[in-house]
Antibody, heavy 118, light 113 residues
Framework: QVQLQESGPGLVKPSETLSLNCSVS????????WNWIRQPPGKGLEWIGF???????NYNPSLKGRVTISADRSNNHFSLRLTSVTAADAAVYFC????????????WGPGHLVTVSS | QPVLTQPPSVSGAPGQSVTISCTGT?????????VHWYQQLPGTAPKLLIS???NRPSGVPDRFSGSKSGTSVYLAISGLQAEDEGDYYC?????????????FGAGTKVTVL
């Protein structure tokens, strides 16, 4: 059974870069599609983007070129990098798996709260 | 503004039934793309509840069911239990050229009275 676990700083300063990792166990990230999704406090879910097992990526246009998702096959984890953060980027960040592009997000990490403050 | 429209809240007494609607557009539900439902209990990550509009993953009680009519889909919860209290989100694939590939509703809070 696949398990996902987010990790990284819980506090990021405005204008700096948010970096998170998602460690995957029980599955190789050389299979499936690996996603980041976020949820601002008290609000709904927003898909950020994915890295496909082929290495291709796809991002939410609303993040306007600030986001990069990459995979580290040797360590079986994938990462999120979001530049020039503002208070609007404060959220719980989830990593999640998709089997195929139009399939659901079928496995989720527990989430990682990121606060943006100086 | 979420692409998929859900009611903010629904409520019911234990044992009763509630239904949550999710209305989309011709670039998502109306185009025939599947809708998936997630349950988010307080303080936890979302959990897949219904896939492909009406399929229950292993372990999901048959009290939960999904259906579709036109550009709307529905999640029904029968025999409401206290442990069902939480937020429920619909999600679909979207082909709008300027938007996200994957869109969610704003969520519906289910309260057990």
């Amino acid at each position: 059974q696949v398990q996902l676990q987010e990790s990284g700083p819980g506090l990021v300063k405005p204008s700096e870069t948010l970096s998170l990792n998602c460690s995957v166990s029980g599955n190789s990230i050389s299979d499936y599609i690996w996603n980041w999704i976020r949820q601002p406090p008290g609000k709904g879910l927003e898909w950020i983007g994915f890295v496909h097992h082929s290495g291709s990526t796809n991002y939410n246009p609303s993040l306007k070129g600030r986001v990069t998702i990459s995979a580290d096959r040797s360590n079986n984890h994938f990462s999120l990098r979001l530049t020039s953060v503002t208070a609007a980027d404060a959220a719980v960040y989830f990593c999640a798996r998709k089997v195929q592009r139009r399939e659901p997000f079928d496995s989720w990490g527990p989430g990682h709260l990121v606060t943006v403050s100086s | 503004q979420p692409v998929l429209t859900q009611p903010p809240s629904v409520s019911g007494a234990p044992g009763q039934s509630v239904t949550i609607s999710c209305t989309g557009t011709t670039s998502n539900i109306g185009a025939g793309y599947d809708v998936h439902w997630y349950q988010q209990l307080p303080g936890t990550a979302p959990k897949l509840l219904i896939s492909g509009t009406s399929n229950r993953p292993s372990g999901v009680p048959d009290r939960f069911s999904g259906s579709k009519s036109g550009t709307s889909v529905y999640l029904a919860i029968s025999g409401l239990q206290a442990e069902d209290e939480g937020d429920y989100y619909c999600q679909s694939y979207d082909t709008s050229l300027t938007g996200s590939d994957y869109v969610f509703g704003a969520g519906t809070k289910v309260t057990v009275l």
